[in-house]
């Protein structure tokens, strides 16, 4: 049946449990798992409900259409809706729960997690900011090791595209080879004279700088 898909105890079907303390890292899993398993969940998630509409074709015209005269088609479109939501509910413990029962639609119920966990529109200017700050200052000491600081760049770049600002590839594998110490530089050299720094990706450029 469709909706065992999201069952509670399926390891390799439940979406990602809810995390109140690491929300963004939670956000970031939960989006990839549900639009890798459907598209349209996302839409009715981020954009709101499927509405009741089809066209006419007598009138050419999209209408509002009752439930007795609604297609099987547009049933199951509109099946998405309750789908998003139960997707949601899977995801969070009854304390979260408790929070949004009473939103109506998927989209309400988004929105309100991301309000309480990640703020309003200038709580979350602020976390970009002082992310941004943290990318900027970025610098590698000498005694660390390649790993260690590729964690910590991995946090910073990972956190901005959670809430929707990220640098480019580009820009960020330049950004580590900037930030390597002295001691990295005839390395570093090496790898600008022999690799296309266009296109090579950060985990290529951690690679050489491991080998």
Same mark, same amino acid.
């Given at each position: 049946?469709?909706?065992?898909k999201?069952?509670?105890?399926?390891s390799?079907?439940?979406?990602?449990?809810?995390?109140?303390?690491g929300?963004?890292?939670?956000?970031?899993?939960f989006?990839?798992? $549900?639009?890798?398993?459907?598209?349209?969940?996302?839409? $009715?998630?981020?954009?709101?409900?499927?509405?009741?509409?089809?066209?006419?074709?007598?009138?050419?015209?999209?209408?509002?259409?009752?439930?007795?005269?609604?297609?099987?088609?547009?049933?199951?479109?509109?099946?998405?809706?309750?789908?998003?939501?139960?997707?949601?509910?899977?995801?969070?413990?009854?304390k979260?729960?408790?929070?949004?029962?009473?939103?109506?639609?998927?989209?309400?119920?988004?929105?309100?997690?991301?309000?309480?966990?990640?703020?309003n529109?200038?709580?979350?200017?602020?976390?970009?900011?002082?992310?941004?700050?943290?990318?900027?200052?970025?610098?590698?000491?000498?005694?660390?090791?390649?790993?260690?600081?590729?964690?910590?760049?991995?946090?910073?770049?990972?956190?901005? /595209?959670?809430?929707?600002?990220?640098?480019?590839s /580009?820009?960020? $594998?330049?950004?580590?080879?900037?930030?390597?110490?002295? /001691?990295?530089?005839?390395? $570093?050299?090496?790898?600008?004279?022999?690799?296309?720094?266009?296109?090579?990706?950060?985990?290529?450029?951690?690679?050489?700088?491991?080998?």
């Amino acid at each position: 049946m469709e909706s065992e898909k999201y069952l509670e105890g399926q390891s390799m079907q439940r979406p990602p449990l809810f995390e109140s303390d690491g929300f963004i890292y939670w956000k970031n899993r939960f989006e990839t798992y $549900v639009k890798s398993k459907d598209l349209d969940l996302w839409h $009715v998630i981020t954009d709101g409900d499927f509405p009741p509409i089809q066209n006419n074709p007598e009138t050419k015209k999209d209408e509002i259409v009752p439930f007795h005269k609604q297609n099987d088609d547009l049933k199951k479109k509109l099946a998405k809706n309750n789908e998003a939501k139960m997707v949601i509910y899977n995801a969070l413990p009854r304390k979260e729960y408790e929070r949004i029962f009473m939103c109506q639609t998927a989209k309400e119920i988004w929105d309100t997690l991301l309000i309480t966990h990640q703020g309003n529109n200038q709580v979350k200017a602020n976390k970009i900011d002082l992310l941004v700050q943290q990318y900027e200052q970025f610098m590698i000491p000498e005694e660390e090791s390649i790993d260690n600081a590729f964690a910590k760049f991995n946090t910073i770049i990972t956190s901005l /595209k959670a809430l929707d600002e990220s640098f480019s590839s /580009k820009n960020c $594998v330049r950004k580590f080879l900037r930030a390597l110490h002295t /001691k990295w530089r005839a390395k $570093v050299t090496a790898i600008e004279e022999s690799k296309n720094l266009t296109t090579l990706s950060l985990d290529e450029l951690i690679g050489n700088l491991k080998v």
